[in-house]
């Protein structure tokens, strides 16, 4: 079969200083450093890249690096900390101290002595900082390009924590940078089977045809997860799974089921087609919001054979937190595609089991001249695109059951895709730490669409916010399917 040669293999990157700030934190450890060694060792960091390591926490570099070798002792192989730990230096700095700008900027000129590089600066960091970082950066005039050197700075969801918000954050970002600095990090899209989505919509010529109103009854896209909140209820018991799921990867799945093929793969082409998607979004009727939208909240259960706690009980939580933990919106996109079928968006905590797919259920068939023999309907063809942890595409279709009787089977077509092999597959950061150094901003979030989407949510956040909301919070137990509304006929 026709498969590129050079997929699995991608030239290296140009020398890069990457400003890693929160570099303490748990994103950097976790994430950031197990991404930078993914890039190691499949030699696409340039040996010449430099890491600036920068937290508020009084430490040296010599500490910092003892620090990372015991926290990623068990994430990264001692071969690839042992050349990534001496490229790393360690600053001290606090964007709200005097002079904290000029600080970095002369540990960027020292780091510049080896030959001038372009900057790369990573906001690993709480998103109240966002603003007073870049704030910081563009007063000390670290993110003008002069010389040929590129300046970057890449920024974690969630971009705002509504509409008003959002426009306030891009405000500053645009004050200091260009549009095309800016680097919206989705993880979502850096997963392999995401991106396949749109390989398998137009790189085929037979689902595309089909790929309508239609022939398609209905979208079903769900990102279930078996974890909790962790130590995040700081961040979560303000966001909720609206803000923390549906503005971002939520958002970002139905585009991509829904856009219209752009005319080449090229950033600004695949980003307008996106944009578009979210504008034909029908703003939900919040006079009858409960028929497209339920919310839920977890209650104490059990998940791999182990009680755990309901998510008031998590540490941090307000006692009387009415933030949802799960939820399941039907929307519907006003376009000539689409219009009539829908979307139904389903994500939560602490369900059975952590799987992200995408369904797409096509219509039955018009007439069943099976009726005679068979009796009942034909259940009709679907597409599940597996994106996690079952990285499978399957075709569901109705065949001759084996026998002299005329009976009807269901099988199944399926292509595993993790099954093929890992070779040359860069874990989700990995990827688009490298899109960020290779300044390619196709996977990343562009400011139009981030305010379109707050735009379509921020009303029923407004809604969802409300103390004495109408909106009920339907608890379910952790470790269960969800709550029952959601399981009902229509959800
Ligand atoms: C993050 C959310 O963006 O995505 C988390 O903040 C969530 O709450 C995570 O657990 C899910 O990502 P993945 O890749 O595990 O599906």
Not at 159 to 179: I, K, N
Not at 272 to 301: C, M, N, T
Request: charged share 25%; net charge negative.
């Amino acid at each position: 079969m026709a498969e590129t040669p050079s997929c699995t293999t991608q030239n290296q990157a140009d020398p890069v200083n990457l400003v890693i700030f929160g570099a303490t934190g748990d994103l950097a450890m976790r994430k950031i450093y197990p991404a930078l060694a993914s890039l190691c060792r499949n030699h696409l960091l340039s040996h010449d890249t430099r890491i600036l390591a920068v937290g508020r926490t009084a430490l040296d570099t010599e500490r910092y690096r003892n620090l990372l070798g015991e926290q990623l002792a068990e994430t990264v192989p001692a071969s690839c900390m042992a050349d990534l730990g001496p490229r790393v230096s360690y600053l001290r700095m606090d964007p709200d101290e005097a002079g904290s700008g000029s600080l970095l900027a002369a540990a960027l000129d020292d780091l510049d002595r080896e030959g001038p590089k372009d900057r790369l600066f990573y906001l690993a960091v709480p998103p109240a900082a966002y603003i007073p970082l870049a704030t910081t950066l563009g007063e000390a005039g670290l993110a003008g390009e002069s010389d040929g050197r590129r300046v970057r700075i890449v920024v974690e969801k969630p971009f705002g924590r509504d509409l008003p918000t959002a426009r306030e954050l891009d405000a500053v970002l645009h004050s200091h940078f260009h549009e095309r600095q800016i680097f919206r990090i989705d993880h979502y899209m850096a997963k392999e089977t995401v991106q396949n989505v749109l390989l398998l919509r137009f790189a085929n010529a037979l689902f595309e045809p089909v790929w309508n109103r239609r022939y398609i009854d209905h979208i079903r896209i769900t990102a279930a997860e078996t974890l909790g909140i962790g130590h995040r209820a700081g961040f979560y018991d303000q966001a909720g799974v609206l803000r923390d799921m549906f503005q971002n990867h939520m958002m970002m799945l139905l585009s991509l089921c829904a856009m219209e093929p752009p005319s080449l793969f090229e950033a600004e082409l695949v980003r307008d087609e996106r944009s578009k998607v979210f504008r034909a979004l029908r703003p939900l009727d919040l006079e009858r919001l409960d028929e497209q939208l339920i919310l839920g909240q977890y209650g104490p259960g059990m998940v791999d054979g182990r009680p755990v706690p309901g998510y008031l009980q998590e540490p941090g939580v307000r006692p009387d937190s009415t933030t949802p933990t799960f939820a399941w919106m039907k929307v519907y996109l006003d376009n000539w595609r689409w219009q009539g079928v829908p979307f139904h968006l389903c994500s939560g905590k602490r369900l059975a089991a952590k799987h992200t797919e995408i369904s797409v259920q096509f219509k039955s068939v018009p007439v069943s001249m099976f009726r005679k023999t068979h009796g009942g309907a034909i259940p009709p063809n679907r597409l599940v695109i597996g994106i996690h942890p079952g990285e499978v595409v399957r075709l569901e279709v109705q065949t001759k059951g084996q026998g002299s009787r005329l009976c009807l089977q269901g099988q199944s077509m399926e292509f595993s895709y993790g099954a093929d092999s890992d070779l040359g597959r860069l874990n989700d950061y990995a990827k688009v730490l490298l899109d960020c150094v290779t300044g390619d901003q196709t996977l990343f979030w562009r400011q139009d669409a981030v305010e379109l989407c707050w735009g379509f949510l921020t009303p029923i956040l407004d809604r969802c916010d409300c103390a004495d909301g109408d909106l009920p919070l339907h608890t379910y137990a952790a470790g269960g399917p969800g709550p029952k509304a959601a399981a009902e006929p229509g959800a």
